[in-house]
């Protein structure tokens, strides 16, 4: 069964629509959905727990220590880690278990921004595609638990591109999956910047990334591009 696995931090506008939609479309093979909270000010455990989620405080912030937390409570054999502002297709548990089925151990959807601006068209065109860059969260991820242990899980001591590293390493022993269906992105983190300024910083940082910059450059330098 999927352990459904989401880390948090001040969702609780949007934690219960997202849950509610995960249990209403699990066609009841879902083991649970797991809240990963990083200390939120708001009550995204408490929005979180009354929808159905079990939902716990993670002892470190910062989604790779989250998600690996959330994957220790987990007991499904399939863990499918899912941002808090993405909505996968109603289909997903269908969808994973036909790619586990072909041999794929792990995998991800491409993406559609809830936006009708034509750039986030052309961004989101490119997820259809096996490239690096579109190895970010925001295309959800599924992995087999047992594969997901064997290397480690995801490296707590990452702040930025934690997805990026462990779909690298994974891929080095399983076959990964490109699901040809869109996963609905929020386009919120588009409210108060400007593309070009989004797609700098994150080309910016996937260029250190791949120099081989520490975890506090390329997470200083984030913040300074995006004025966070």
Known sequence: MISIIIPTFNEAENIAQLV??????????????????????????AQAAKAGALSFKSPAKGRAAQMNYGAAKAKGDILYFVHADTFPPDSYVNDINQMLDKGYRLGRYRTKFDSNKGILKLNAFFTRFDLFMCYGGDQTLF???????????????????????????????????????????????????????????????????KQGASQKAMVDKYKQLLGL
């Not at 699990?26 to 455990?45: F, Y």
């Not at 087999?144 to 990452?158: A, P, W, Y």
């Open 20 to 45: 509610n939609y995960l249990f209403r479309h699990s066609q009841n093979d879902i083991s649970e959905i797991i809240i990963s909270d990083g200390g939120s000010a708001d009550d995204t455990i």
């Open 143 to 209: 992995i087999q638990k047992e594969l997901f242990h064997s290397i480690g899980g995801f490296d707590n001591t990452m702040g930025i591109m934690e997805d990026y590293e462990i779909i690298t390493r994974a891929r080095e022993k399983a076959k990964y999956a490109i699901i040809q269906k869109p996963a609905i992105v929020s386009a919120r983190k588009y409210d108060h910047r400007s593309w070009l300024t989004v797609q700098m910083a994150n080309y910016r940082i996937i260029k250190m990334y």
